[in-house]
């Protein structure tokens, strides 16, 4: 992990010394709880975001929003207005599906928004990147479990080799321009707000299908595991990663524990109080069997930890479905 100059303590804490932060994907399920989380430490935020998957209704109202897409040549413009001291990086085409029907789509926003986005950040001036990256599509299968930041990135998607490329444009980008990068490898992020339309927010489909009387579908045996970290202890993780802004390079933002879909189907059940078993269907072709990340880096550098236990964020992403959705 290489260190580069940071923020001054002072300016890095907020406060009436708040920063001027610029939030991608703002709107977004996770990007809407950073944003959150930075407008409650006091900064300035300004959040950019196209609304393809995002909804105005999540963008907090302390917030400057600007419906804008990543790749627009008016992005060079707002940032010579904003003038952001930090940038932090969520807009996505976050579907790996959609990055395998359409890479040239998925790169187009993941990597060429992504370089659009650098170049602002180099004009400007821009001192710190906290860029949202994916532990799971980076590390792709592996039996390394829990998955340290130093296992080979080995990508097995469009969209995992876009996440990837992005973390090279960030190291590279502090080498030559002296921004100071950080890529949060997520886990499986779940929590409010989830989109339940999406294709891996199985927390966010669960909840759906219970309050609208279907039944949740595991594919396969249900024995795959993943590693689930609630979404305001992520935004927790962007907070740290701000005021420490001396911490570059890859940091996992996970809990190191492995569930299984069958184990978290029925967390979820009986925080819904529902005795009916799931239904099951056949396994995903490709899909990978296990995933869990080391959170030991996180810990030590950002001294970040997961503070959310899993039941406890079930019932509370539940809640908030309800309601969503409920009668
Ligand atoms: P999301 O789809 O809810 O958020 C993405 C946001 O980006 C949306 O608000 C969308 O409208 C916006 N956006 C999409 N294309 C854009 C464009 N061209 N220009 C401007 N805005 C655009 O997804 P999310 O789950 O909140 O993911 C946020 C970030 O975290 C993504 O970078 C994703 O790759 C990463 N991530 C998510 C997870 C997870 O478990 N959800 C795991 C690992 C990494």
Known sequence: MARAPGLSPARACGGSNGLKILVTGGAGFIGSHVVDAFVRAGHTVTVVDNLATGSLAWVNPGAAF??????????GDLFEAERPEVVAHLAAQAAVSRSVADPAFDASVNILGGLNLLDCCRWVGVRRLIYSSSGGAGYGDTDAIPTP???????????????????????????????????????????????????????????????????????????????????????????????????T???????????????????????????????????????????????????????????????????????????????
């Open 66 to 75: 600007h419906r804008l897409d990543l790749r627009s040549a008016r992005l």
């Open 149 to 247: 930041e130093g296992h080979p990135l080995l990508p097995a998607s469009p969209y995992g080799i876009a996440k990837v490329a992005m973390e090279h444009y960030l190291a590279a980008w502090g080498s030559i321009h002296g921004i100071s990068g950080v890529s949060l490898r997520y886990a499986n992020v779940y929590g409010p707000r989830q989109n339940p339309a999406g294709e891996a927010g199985v927390v966010a489909i669960f909840s759906h299908r219970l309050l609208t009387g279907q039944t949740p579908v595991i594919n396969g045996d249900g024995e795959q595991t993943r590693d689930y970290v609630f979404v305001e202890d992520v935004a927790d993780a962007n907070l740290r990663a701000l005021e420490r802004a001396t911490v």
């Open 249 to 327: 390079g890859g940091v996992n933002i996970g809990t190191g524990v492995e569930t299984s879909v069958n184990d978290l189907h029925a967390r979820l059940a009986r925080a819904a109080g529902v005795t009916t078993p799931a239904a099951r269907g056949p396994a995903r072709p490709g899909e990978q069997r296990r995933s869990c990340l080391d959170p030991g880096l996180a810990a030590q550098a950002l001294g970040w930890r997961p503070t959310v236990s899993l039941d406890e964020g079930l019932a509370r992403t539940y809640e908030f479905f309800k309601k969503e959705f409920g009668p």
